[in-house]
């Protein structure tokens, strides 16, 4: 958003300088990008006056100039056919920079003759494009300094242009006066009252409109306009174009150049038609699609369904709050204009612009907002310039929809500001603030006015009164300790587990990753899944049509991925929710894990080797255990059908109680994944974990054994079938209070154990708490452990 210091002073009365109005500014959250400002770079241009002028001697369109200057008579080289004696002329002496041909003039030679300096045109000096002669001045004293002749004669030529950045949510400074009456509210001046007009009709308008009944709905509120005969559209007031330009606009014409001020000073979009053109009376209606229009841009744009329009008995004209057709444009020759303000749906207007690839003014301020209120005095304000600069007979206002209700108002609690800012503002001041906003307090509503759509609470109050006060007045203040001691923790119990998994598993050599929540349906059918119940209503593609079941599956698609680039050693895990339903609830958090290929790289000396069963038993034990689960548990069978069926096992307390699973991914889930193995996972289910009778945050105390344990090794010879669990819970069994543990550490099958059968060796821990163990004592345990795992399993003890 561009606007001239000149331009602001029409409804701002301020003696601010552009530097203090550019801190405001920016300190109210209209934030300056850039001032551009013709005194700073003219400064060192003075008056000098060309005493005598004669021809060069080598030159036809040279001149040699005696000019006299604040310095003496310089003898200045000139090419200009108006240099000439008795002229007052704009001097550049030696080492002045001269924009508009960036260059610093110096003392040199033309043709033989020495130039000390320049005369200077408008476009050299970036003041307009004028460049068939030297300035010639009607006054000024040698010496005096060019911009100061110019703010006395004809200052809107060194009138400063600020540009500001504008946030989505101030539409109201899309306007001049919006950005003035923020000023106004921070104390830089005093808002001059607004320009108002009623403009009475003169005649019936021959011209009517309507807006179809499914347009009114998100489409357009209020279309009025008014006729008026009898114009003469030629070029805009000097005064006009010259603000135009500075803003960076092209002057067009009278009727053009009238919508585009309204549009800079007001916010508000207007558009006027050749009414000469226009066939029989206009429509606003949504296009069926298919439909085209040549843009005043003379581009032609196609017309998607339900996009909204103007049309008139021959077809559309207008592109409903974005651009007008080329066809009903005004022109030199126009006589007869239709003039036209409405309020449009914004987001329609938007979707309309994007489809269409247009950037206009009228669609940038119309999807941000406009002020409804202000619509039909917009019409007469505009009629009124119309008549004074183009002449003309107004016609009859004709309105189709209504003038929408914008009306709203919140509470204004004055304690507010400083609980949601922390700043101490006091009660008057925040109302004499909302006021000059243009808020209307009643009692301690304030009633928002219509061009402040951003404002929809009581919150939205604080911040305008914060915003207007300055933020950079807050002083931080330390809040006072709310307790005193250790504070409580704020993370819960299974979001702290969920952290201690990530950070032992990561310290275990993981790798973690984070996969996507859903997987194609092949996949998901392998571990479980798959089913109407988790399938996306709308994916993103096919290969994410599912929520996940578990972890696996991403992980080892990760591994596949890893490995078709070379990466055959990978150890990855994942924390993250998997799905077993498709409502609300229906998902549970997993800690995953998978080891791939081998235990490290080639190696010399053998170490390296392919991974196995215990090494991602031991992974799981660990993580179970920073988990806080028990020590003592059981390993069973039984796990679900992606786990090899003999290198598995699941982690319980009792039989249905499991809390984790590893094992040996099944061959065929890796040959459906592509994965080259072997490969081994592991998945845990945190939330199966009990929870610590304890919930202090004390450790407990240090139990250290000064009396000497006893270890004692048994072997027996059972069925081949008997798993090893059942001896090492048969042993444990034999005396909870005195044995700590038991371990199977040898295996022997053939020789002389038989056909059918096996040895198992293990190792039982004997640790005494009250006096050491005497033999006869080790021998009482040591017959009962034989007793209990010979009862259990049927076996012998092994000779």
């Known amino acids: 958003m561009k606007f001239t210091l000149s331009w602001l002073q029409d409804h701002l009365e301020t003696t601010a300088s552009v530097a203090e109005i550019s801190d405001a500014l920016t300190d109210l959250g209209l934030e300056v990008e850039g001032i551009e400002n013709p005194a700073e770079r003219l400064g060192d241009f003075t008056l000098g006056k060309v005493l005598h002028a004669e021809q060069h001697p080598d030159a036809d369109r040279l001149r040699i100039c005696k000019v006299l200057t604040d310095e003496g008579e310089l003898q200045i080289i000139c090419g200009a056919p108006n240099a000439r004696t008795g002229i007052t002329a704009v001097i550049a002496k030696p080492g002045t920079y001269v924009p508009g041909i960036d260059t610093t003039i110096g003392v040199g030679k033309i043709r033989g003759i020495e130039s000390h300096g320049m005369m200077c045109s408008e476009r050299e000096m970036e003041l307009s494009d004028e460049h068939d002669g030297i300035i010639e001045l009607p006054s000024g004293e040698v010496g005096e300094r060019f911009v100061d002749w110019l703010a006395q004669n004809d200052p809107s030529k060194i009138d400063p242009v600020i540009e500001i950045a504008i946030t989505p949510n101030r539409p109201d400074a899309l306007g001049v006066r919006g950005i003035a009456r923020d000023l106004a509210a921070r104390g830089l001046g005093t808002m001059k009252p607004a320009k108002t007009a009623h403009v009475e009709g003169q005649f019936a308008s021959p011209i009517t409109v309507t807006i179809d009944d499914d347009t009114r709905q998100n489409g357009c509120e209020v279309f009025a306009g008014r006729l008026i005969r009898g114009v003469t559209n030629g070029p805009s007031p000097d005064w006009l174009q010259k603000r135009l330009r500075a803003i960076g606009l092209r002057p067009i014409s009278a009727l053009v150049d009238i919508t585009n001020f309204f549009t800079y000073d007001r916010n508000r979009p207007l558009h006027v038609f050749d009414a000469g053109k226009v ?317 791939v290929g081998q235990t490290g790289p080639k190696d010399v000396h053998g170490a390296a080797r392919a991974v196995d069963v215990y090494d991602v038993k031991a992974d799981t034990e660990a993580v179970l255990a920073a988990l806080g689960a028990p020590a003592k548990v059981q390993i069973l069978r039984g796990g679900d059908g992606w786990w090899h069926p003999g290198r598995h096992g699941r982690i319980c307390l009792g039989p249905k109680k499991v809390l984790g699973v590893f094992g040996e991914i099944h061959p065929r889930i890796l040959r459906a994944l592509d994965v080259k193995g072997p490969a081994m996972g592991f998945t845990i289910w945190p939330a199966e974990i009990p929870q610590p009778r304890n919930q202090s945050a004390n450790r407990g105390a240090l139990t250290l054994r000064d009396l000497q344990a006893v270890e004692r090794d048994f072997a027996f010879v059972v069925d081949a079938d008997v798993e090893a669990l059942t001896l090492v819970n048969a042993a444990a069994g034999a005396d909870k209070t005195l044995i700590e543990d038991v371990r199977i550490f040898d295996e022997f099958i053939g020789g002389s154990v038989g056909e059918g059968k096996k040895s198992l060796a293990m190792t039982v821990r004997l640790q005494p708490t009250e006096a050491t163990l005497k033999d006869a004592e080790i021998e009482a345990v040591s017959a009962k452990i034989v007793e209990k795992v010979t009862k259990a399993t049927g076996g012998t003890l092994r000779g």
């Open 279 to 595: 066939r029989g009376n206009l429509r606003v209606h949504r296009a069926q699609g298919g439909e085209t229009l040549m843009g005043l841009d003379e581009k032609e744009y196609s017309f998607g369904p339900g996009q909204v329009v103007i049309s008139d008995d021959e077809g559309i004209e207008s592109i409903g709050g974005i651009m007008g057709g080329l066809a009903t444009g005004c022109t030199s020759e126009t006589t007869d204009v239709f003039l036209e303000a409405a309020v449009w749906d914004h987001i329609q207007i938007a979707s309309t612009g994007r489809a269409l690839k247009i950037n206009s003014d009228a669609r940038y301020r119309n999807e941000r907002g406009i002020d409804p209120a202000f619509n039909m005095e917009a019409v007469d304000l505009a009629t009124q310039m119309i008549i004074e600069l183009c002449g003309g007979e107004p016609s009859n206002i004709v309105v189709a929809g209504e003038v929408p209700d914008v009306r709203r108002a919140y509470t204004l609690d004055p304690a507010r500001v400083s609980s949601l800012v922390g700043m101490d503002i006091p009660e008057s001041e925040q109302r004499q603030t909302l006021t000059a906003l243009g808020f209307r307090m009643e009692g301690n509503r304030a009633q928002v006015p219509s061009w402040r759509p951003d404002v929809r609470g009581e919150a939205d109050l604080v911040e305008e009164v914060a915003r207007v006060a300055s933020l950079t007045k807050l002083v931080g203040k330390p809040l006072p300790r709310a307790q005193t001691g250790v504070p409580k923790p704020i993370l819960s119990g299974a979001q702290r587990r969920e952290q201690i998994a990530r950070r032992t598993t990561a310290a275990l050599g993981y790798n973690e990753c984070v996969t996507y929540s859903f997987i194609d349906q092949a996949s998901a059918a392998l571990f479980g899944g798959g089913d109407d119940a988790t399938m996306l209503a709308n994916p993103i593609s096919s290969e994410m049509s599912h929520m996940r079941p578990a972890l696996l599956p991403g992980l080892l698609q990760a591994a596949a991925r890893n490995q078709s680039r070379g990466q055959m050693n990978l150890a990855l895990f994942e924390v993250g929710q998997a799905f077993h339903g498709g409502e609300p609830g229906d998902q549970h958090l997993q800690v995953s894990g998978l080891l």
